[in-house]
């Protein structure tokens, strides 16, 4: 039987931010991610926490992430979405696999992200692609990104190919019992991870760049 974490304090709230980067609709990419987050939320909420998702679907805002990239100013939408997932205090980011990697979309979104926002984030990873053996591209291609970042990756990150979801018992919850295939599994295991990361860290919002700036009254040497 499996042991549950132990969470950090009695309760509180929590907000995870799901990022998909799947392009279409409706896509295996925010299937994954939905039960990624759904295992999460279970985990979070045995232990007594309050849990608000944000869900962000990049294929909504692949136009904004383009002209960003061009202006260094992301506006609107995508401006929102950049503050709901670097305020959030867990994360949970899904990408399909192309040509052994993840997407453009993926990629660009996080490059308009602020480099030093992610900094101990907890974050669990997932992918999607056609066949297993692209599995590998969490470790060789996905996960570098994120230690980059500095986020907090959790040790299990989720690959779902299309046998995979065959394979599962129960596809629309991504739960079963002990003789269900890996999926299901993953998914629980990741999501409890998660879970435990973030019951011992609350995002305490971006650091002020103007904290340390003296007052005027300290600069003319005032009390």
Do not use: C
Not at 24 to 31: A, H
Not at 64 to 82: E, H, K, N, Q
Not at 104 to 115: A, E, I, M, Q, Y
């Amino acid at each position: 039987m499996t042991t549950p974490f132990t969470p950090a304090g009695a309760g509180g709230e929590r907000t995870l931010a799901v990022v998909s980067a799947g392009l279409s609709q409706p896509s295996s990419t925010r299937l994954l991610a939905d039960r990624l987050a759904d295992a999460t939320v279970r985990e979070l909420e045995d232990a007594g926490y309050t849990v608000r998702v944000e869900t962000i679907e990049l294929r909504d805002l692949a136009h904004a992430v383009v002209d960003a990239m061009l202006t260094r100013f992301p506006t609107g939408d995508l401006a929102r979405a950049l503050e709901t997932v670097t305020g959030a205090d867990g994360l949970i980011a899904v990408s399909p696999v192309f040509t052994t990697s993840y997407s453009g979309l993926f990629k660009s979104f996080w490059d308009v992200v602020d480099p030093d926002s992610l900094t101990g984030m907890p974050v669990l990873l997932g992918a999607t692609g056609g066949t297993a053996r692209h599995s590998l591209a969490l470790e060789y291609a996905v996960r570098p990104l994120f230690t980059y970042l500095r986020a907090d990756v959790v040790p299990t990150s989720v690959f779902a190919a299309t046998d995979d979801w065959a394979a599962s018992a129960d596809p629309s919850t991504g739960s079963g019992g002990p003789d269900v295939g890996g999926l299901p599994k993953r998914i629980s295991r990741a999501g409890r991870e998660l879970a435990a990361r973030m019951s011992h860290r609350e995002n305490e919002g971006p650091v002020d760049p103007f904290a340390a700036t003296p007052s005027f009254t300290e600069l003319l040497g005032g009390s």
